[in-house]
Structure formats: C-alpha cells, structure tokens
C-alpha cells in the first residue's frame, strides 16, 4: 500500500526537506520514526526539496509498506518528532500516486517584518528598511512575473536544470500596514532553485530603487542574468499548498 502524509515544519534547524549526508534534514527525521514505528527500512518521497531554513506550513510526502498501519500512526510519529515537525494525516492513495511528480501546482509565500519583532523570529525576515519601499514598484515587478514563461534570470547558477520554464498564475505583494509585514504569494506548477528568493529579492531592489524596473523585464525577455541580485534569507520562505488531481 502507499500512503500521502501532510505535515509541516520550522525549517530554520534543518539542512532542508532532502537528506544530506553530514547535516540533518526533515526527511532523514521523517523516515527514520516511521522505520522505528513499522520496525522496517521506510523511505519517503517529498513532493519537492526546500532549502536549508525553509519552512512549509503544508508539504505531502508519500511511502510505501505491506504492513497494516497502527490506528495511532499520527500520534505516534508526533511524539517521536521534534517540535518543528508536525504531521496531520495519513491516507491510503494509488500505488502509483506520487507526492512530487502527480503535484500539478505549489505556492508559496514570504513574509517581511517593517519591525523588529521578538515574537517571530525564524519565521520572518525582519527588514525595517523596507518600510523606504516604493509599494507601487514593488507590486509592478511582481506583476511581471506572471507574464512571462521561462525564469533563467531567477534560477540558481549550477541548478543542473533541463529547461528554465514555469507556469506561473499568480505573483503578487499582500501590503500588512496595521500588521506591519508584507507577504509575497506566487504560485505556479513548479519552481527552480531559488527561485522565489531571487523574485523577492528584485522587487525589493526595484522597490528601493537601486535596481529599474526595465532592467528586470529585459533579463526576463532576454532570459539573460540581472545586472545584480538578491536572494533573500531563507527565514521568511514558506511553502503553502500542493494540489494534485484528486483528494489529498
């Protein structure tokens, strides 16, 4: 039988979502307290890698066992779990179902603190300069995303990549005055590496202005580098939701 499970996790202890030889990930976590519940070797499938220090407030990872699952299976991998990752279900799917590959859209979200805050640290970037942004070139940087296919000028150099393309269907800044926080959303079918931190890390630049709005729209036309960039921290990167062609 194969299983989905939704979790999510703190990513800020962790080398990210895939396992690492010499740093400890949220996998290597997740496999072995199901191996030491199932008394068998489980291997787990993501439904994509994050970063080191990347978070996921939904994320699904398939397995698969011949073993009837214990009724306390959640519960159980709770309590061997370290606080930062929490499982939420457990379903049977389709012996052929895959978390990554069946996965048809991913969105994401970036949360920016205007102030310092003790109350969210590893969950936000706190970036009081931001509160000098331009929100009008802020929104139109990200206004650009969506209309173009391919992102090589967001793309971590040596990703190793067969194509640059991404359907995106949603780019846009949420402006939080009363909360003091601005929040990225973008969604598309897939993502390359680094991707949403490079986006983010432009409209800041544009925002500032210390980077013009022409110059990203002619790296996306050209598909040729930026004059600069900016990856932004990892602290304020968040994957949201995953959506498969049937119930998860």
Same mark, same amino acid.
């Given at each position: 039988?194969?299983?989905?499970?939704?979790?999510?996790?703190?990513?800020?202890?962790?080398?990210?979502?895939?396992?690492?030889?010499?740093?400890?990930?949220?996998?290597?976590?997740?496999?072995?307290? &199901?191996?030491? @519940? =199932?008394?068998?070797? %489980?291997?787990?499938?993501? /439904?994509?890698?994050?970063?080191?220090?990347? $978070? +996921?407030?939904?994320?699904?990872?398939?397995?698969?066992?011949?073993?009837?699952?214990?009724?306390?299976?959640?519960?159980? &991998?709770?309590? @061997? =779990?370290?606080?930062? %990752?929490?499982?939420?279900? /457990?379903?049977?799917?389709?012996?052929?179902? $895959? +978390?990554?590959?069946?996965?048809?859209?991913?969105?994401?979200?970036?949360?920016?603190?205007?102030?310092?805050?003790?109350?969210?640290?590893?969950?936000?970037?706190?970036?009081?300069?931001?509160?000098?942004?331009?929100?009008?070139?802020?929104?139109?940087? +990200?206004?650009?995303?969506?209309?173009?296919?391919?992102?090589?000028?967001?793309?971590?150099?040596?990703?190793?990549?067969?194509?640059?393309?991404?359907?995106?269907?949603?780019?846009?800044?949420?402006?939080?005055?009363?909360?003091?926080?601005?929040?990225?959303?973008?969604?598309?079918?897939?993502?390359?590496?680094?991707?949403?931190?490079?986006?983010?890390?432009?409209?800041?630049?544009?925002?500032?202005?210390?980077?013009?709005?022409?110059?990203?729209?002619?790296?996306?036309?050209?598909?040729?580098?930026?004059?600069?960039?900016?990856?932004?921290?990892?602290?304020?990167?968040?994957?949201?939701?995953?959506?498969?062609?049937?119930?998860?």
């Amino acid at each position: 039988m194969r299983y989905f499970l939704t979790l999510a996790y703190r990513g800020t202890p962790f080398c990210g979502w895939q396992r690492q030889p010499n740093a400890i990930s949220v996998q290597e976590l997740l496999e072995k307290a &199901l191996s030491t @519940i =199932l008394r068998e070797t %489980i291997e787990v499938t993501g /439904c994509g890698r994050t970063d080191a220090g990347v $978070h +996921a407030s939904y994320y699904v990872a398939h397995f698969s066992t011949d073993k009837p699952l214990p009724p306390t299976l959640v519960i159980g &991998l709770n309590s @061997i =779990l370290p606080l930062d %990752i929490a499982i939420y279900t /457990c379903q049977p799917v389709h012996e052929t179902a $895959h +978390a990554r590959y069946d996965a048809y859209e991913r969105a994401y979200e970036y949360h920016i603190a205007l102030r310092k805050t003790p109350f969210a640290q590893n969950g936000v970037w706190i970036y009081p300069q931001a509160q000098r942004l331009d929100t009008d070139l802020l929104q139109a940087t +990200a206004a650009l995303f969506p209309q173009f296919e391919a992102f090589f000028p967001f793309c971590k150099t040596h990703s190793g990549v067969e194509h640059y393309r991404c359907a995106l269907t949603k780019a846009h800044w949420d402006i939080q005055p009363e909360n003091h926080r601005l929040v990225f959303h973008v969604t598309a079918n897939r993502f390359l590496r680094g991707m949403v931190r490079l986006m983010v890390g432009s409209c800041i630049q544009v925002g500032m202005k210390q980077l013009p709005l022409q110059a990203v729209q002619n790296a996306l036309e050209h598909q040729t580098a930026l004059p600069k960039n900016l990856s932004v921290p990892p602290d304020g990167l968040y994957l949201t939701k995953i959506l498969y062609p049937y119930p998860v």
